[in-house]
């Protein structure tokens, strides 16, 4: 990932570079758009990205308003304890909370962490409803956990339904938002195609198919 934002940035510099002596402000001022964009992902994506296994690693992307919503949605009727796996700036822990779950967000980025746990101050959630940790959830036993909250990428999604089919109970349900698990079957879903959420429960994924 790193790499490649390298070639982009290497490749605009040389597009630019050609239209320089003619356009000066509009060079310079792309240019700044150019390290300003690698700023910013250097700050938000990649502290903690070094700590997981290549083949495990995800890029931070926030949900949007209307896929928080439906992972509201499927929501409905549980309560508990949940876990958002890769929480980034907070934001459905923030809305599950609402809701009257006791959240845990784990976020391997130390400023998304930091950033979650001074917003939640700030808004006057306790701990006890939606801590955050600073933590790979890859390395953390889920069994506690009765609802699970997933907004990840597609390439890890068969290794993480493994993980949880292990930890999970019967009465858990899992939530994946965009990217659906490829081999259980869903028990319902909300929207279509890029905010579309699905959800599993954990009794239904472990029955023997027929």
Not at 118 to 124: L, Y
Request: neutral net charge; glycine residues 10%.
């Amino acid at each position: 990932m790193e790499d490649s934002v390298e070639v982009i940035l290497q490749d605009n510099r040389s597009k630019f570079s050609h239209h320089a002596s003619d356009k000066p402000i509009l060079t310079a001022a792309s240019g700044a758009l150019l390290m300003s964009f690698y700023g910013l992902w250097s700050i938000f994506a990649l502290p903690g990205f070094r700590k997981v296994l290549i083949n495990l690693k995800v890029p931070y992307l926030p949900s949007s308003g209307v896929q928080t919503q439906n992972i509201m949605r499927l929501l409905q009727g549980r309560a508990g304890s949940l876990a958002d796996l890769g929480s980034g700036d907070g934001r459905l822990v923030f809305a599950a909370s609402s809701l009257g779950f006791q959240c845990t967000g784990f976020e391997i980025n130390s400023i998304l962490t930091g950033y979650a746990r001074v917003k939640a101050r700030w808004m006057g959630i306790p701990t006890t409803a939606a801590r955050f940790v600073n933590e790979d959830f890859w390395k953390t036993n889920l069994s506690g956990y009765k609802n699970v909250t997933v907004f990840l990428a597609p390439g890890v999604m068969e290794v993480l339904g493994k993980k949880l089919e292990e930890e999970l109970g019967d009465d858990a349900r899992v939530i994946a938002c965009r990217f659906p698990f490829p081999d259980w079957p869903a028990t319902a879903s909300e929207g279509q195609g890029l905010d579309q959420s699905w959800a599993y429960d954990m009794a239904n994924v472990r029955q023997p198919s027929t």
